[in-house]
């Protein structure tokens, strides 16, 4: 198989269109020569209809035979080794040191699944047996347990060329819940996603899976995407990426004659609130600590600290000092791809061009083409709670300082948020005696709050929450990181009166799988 023929990576291949896309390295913004074809109409329906196909197969194989296919993707990605690393950075701009973490990432969590779905208690089995002589009237036999929803369509962010792309954690919750995947490739990183897809190709034929169990789609706009969402096949949509695509694939769902679910992780600003005695102990520390965060991979992480929050006085003052000194020293870095760095122009620009907005400090040296500049603005509190434009996201290496006259007037900044991933609160006991309806107030706002710390950085585990109320995700629900992420693509079925015999393992009387279940007869109403 030549490169050129890749278009969609299933079980086969088919020549596509004819229109092709390519990658482009950002640091020396050069076209990558590798071609992908652009999946047709008919090649998305094709895909679609085998992903059903492969569906009961699927869904219903041996929870070891799944765990094992998992678990060889991982292996199959390493084994790629030096060739998948080059080819993530060279699309990237990533550094390579990044690109092995973030493997190590997205293979432990393939892992991670495996392991969680040989226990089997992701599918809460619960069992009420039934009381044929409570009175007034019988109680049934009802056993409840999760099963798989369908065809996932996934789509990936250009900012984790591998942990949020095609073998991401989307993915990966997805085919753990006995769900087949159809990813959309992202078009900034089209090379990595095709060594990825042929891993998954190749893990699913040793352990024998069904042809359509995954599909990989190339796409450099929107109609590919959007084909998927409105399939009448396709059962959820898990997303990583910008505000607007997610609202617009969201509509899209909302809109068919029967809506999916869409599990979008979209734009956040991670708001931290710095407390004053905190402050007045060490400024110097936190700032520093900031510095680092906001320019962290150039500022492209979802948990980028985007506002900062304190009260004016001496304290502040002293913080704003250390936080230029450590910030003129940052440097601009290679951004993405080439939307990424435009956007960050012009809406950084825009920020700045708000009325009472001011430049507070920026890195020393001028950014190149292709780079972001770090920057940090200032603005006063009473013009945020009344500018809804302040409250956008800059996605890159830029922060704004929002200055606030009194506590009163912070809690109404916190008050005023929108939904984020992440809040952080800095502070020491005394400020947190002090401070406490603020800590409150946060947590209405965030799906992870964060004490004397920096937001970037997520821990994969089972207690993680990525995800919190609107815009920073459509369903503040569910997390899209850790094994509870498996969630968004299973739903409930009860079964009632059902013959041993037509019961799922897990339910029947004699559990081969020894899994944990949940005998509720205790919660049952007594009378009608
Ligand atoms: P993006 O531009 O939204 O792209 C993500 C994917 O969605 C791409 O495949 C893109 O296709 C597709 N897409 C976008 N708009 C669409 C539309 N209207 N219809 C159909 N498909 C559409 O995001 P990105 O540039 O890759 O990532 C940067 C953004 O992701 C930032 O805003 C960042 O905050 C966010 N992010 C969030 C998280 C989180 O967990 N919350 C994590 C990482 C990143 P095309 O590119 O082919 O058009």
Redesign the pocket.
């Known amino acids: 198989m030549s490169i050129e023929r890749r278009n969609r990576i299933g079980f086969e291949f088919s020549e596509g269109s004819g229109s092709t896309m390519q990658g482009v390295n950002p640091v020396t913004n050069t076209m990558i020569p590798d071609k992908f074809f652009i999946a047709t109409p008919e090649d998305v329906d094709k895909a679609m209809r085998k992903a059903q196909a492969a569906f009961h197969a699927y869904s219903t194989s041996n929870w070891n035979q799944r765990a094992a296919f998992l678990e060889t993707i991982a292996d199959e990605m390493e084994a790629l080794g030096d060739v998948l690393v080059k080819k993530a950075s060279e699309e990237t701009g990533l550094p390579e040191a990044r690109i092995i973490g973030e493997r190590g990432r997205t293979t432990s969590q393939l892992r991670m699944f495996a392991s969680y779905i040989r226990t089997g208690n992701w599918v809460e089995a619960t069992i009420d047996t039934a009381i044929p002589d409570r009175t007034p009237v019988p109680k049934p036999d009802l056993r409840k347990m999760m099963v798989p929803l369908g065809p996932v369509v996934v789509?990936?962010?250009?900012?984790?060329p591998l942990a949020?792309s095609v073998a991401g954690g989307d993915t990966a919750a997805a085919l753990a819940a006995g769900c087949p995947v159809l990813v959309?490739?992202?078009?900034?990183h089209p090379g990595t996603s095709a060594l990825v897809g042929e891993a998954i190709i190749k893990a699913a034929k040793k352990h024998n899976m069904p042809d359509g169990v995954f599909s990989l789609l190339f796409?450099?706009?929107?109609?590919?995407?959007?084909a998927l969402?409105g399939h009448p096949h396709a059962t959820a949509v898990g997303?990583?990426?910008?505000?607007?695509?997610?609202?617009?694939?969201f509509d899209?769902a909302a809109k068919r004659p029967n809506p999916i679910p869409v599990f979008?992780?979209?734009?956040?600003t991670n708001p931290v609130i710095l407390l004053p005695q905190a402050l007045k102990v060490r400024a110097k520390a936190v700032a520093e600590e900031y510095a680092g965060s906001i320019t962290l991979g150039v500022g492209?992480?979802?948990?980028?600290p985007g506002l900062l929050f304190g009260i004016k006085g001496e304290e502040l003052e002293v913080f704003k000092k250390h936080l230029k000194n450590a910030f003129v020293q940052t440097n601009p870095g290679t951004m993405?791809?080439e939307?990424?760095e435009k956007?960050f122009v012009q809406k950084s620009g825009k920020m700045l061009s708000e009325p009472d907005v001011a430049v507070l400090v920026e890195s020393d040296a001028q950014a190149s083409t292709g780079q972001g500049r770090p920057t940090v603005a200032a603005a006063k509190g009473s013009e945020f709670i009344t500018n809804p434009a302040l409250h956008e996201?800059v996605?890159g290496p830029f922060s704004m300082l929002i200055e606030c006259e009194n506590a009163k007037e912070l809690k109404e900044c916190v008050k005023a948020l929108h939904g984020q991933?992440t809040g952080t609160l800095i502070g020491e006991p005394s400020d947190f005696k002090v401070h406490v309806s603020i800590a409150y107030q946060l947590q209405q706002k965030v799906g992870r709050l964060i004490f004397n710390g920096v937001p970037t950085g997520?821990e994969v585990c089972p207690s993680m929450m990525?995800?919190?109320p609107y815009p920073?995700?459509t369903d503040s629900r569910f997390t899209?990181?850790g094994i509870h992420s498996i969630k968004r693509f299973l739903r409930p079925v009860a079964f009632q009166n059902t013959p041993q015999e037509l019961l799922p393992d897990p339910l029947k009387n004699e559990n081969p799988n020894k899994i944990l279940r949940l005998i509720d007869n205790e919660y049952t109403t007594k009378s009608i």
Do not use: W
Request: one cysteine or more; hydrophobic letters at 40%.
């Open positions: 789509f990936g962010a250009s900012n984790f949020y959309k490739a992202h078009p900034g796409d450099n706009g929107f109609a590919v995407g959007q969402v997303f990583t990426g910008s505000v607007g695509g997610g609202r617009a694939l899209i979008a992780e979209m734009g956040s492209q992480f979802c948990t980028n993405l791809h939307g990424i956007a996201e996605f991933l997520v990525h995800g919190g920073a995700t899209a990181v």
